[in-house]
């Protein structure tokens, strides 16, 4: 079994999650920690979510995520649409990050898709399997224990948003 070690971000969805993420990656960074991955930006119309971005940081690069108004060529999964090619690009983040060998690694978020075999599942499960790497993720809290049994995460802490990001930081600067 590979020796990896998973931070779990909890809330509910808008609880601000990726807000936290955020934070994190700016602290890792200023302690010159090289962290590889990406962000779900959630984007709203009239006080509704309507679709997510997909950010890889580090130079900041969007992609169209989902929406929920159909589009041709994109999945339909509940009530978003999913663009293939973000899914992919998200997936070879994830890769670059690994041949990069960023020290910590971020998958905003993991959620009933991934529990569902879908969107992130491949990219999470092969984080999984890589030896020496961290990785930083977001999950509902609702779902975090059936995210834990599924993947059988061993090595994992969980901060719900409420905590400080330093908090995080501190833990994976103790890790490292």
Sequence with gaps: MPNNFVYIITGEQGEGKTTMLKSVVSLLRKADIKV?????????????????????????ITFPLCQTEPKKGYIHLRRFWFNPEAIETGEEIIRSSLTEKADVVVLDEVGIFELEGKVWHRAFTHLLKTNEI?????????????????????????????????LVVEDIKRAL
Excluded at 43 to 58: A, C, E, H, P
Excluded at 144 to 160: E, I, R
């Design 134 to 166: 961290h990785i930083l993720i977001s999950v509902r809290d609702k779902i975090k224990d059936s995210v834990v049994q599924t993947f059988k995460l061993k090595n994992y802490h969980v901060y719900p948003v409420a905590d400080k990001p330093e």
């Design 36 to 60: 590889g991955g990406f962000i779900a930006e959630g984007t709203w119309k009239d006080g509704v979510r309507d679709g997510f971005s997909l950010v890889r940081i580090g130079n900041h």
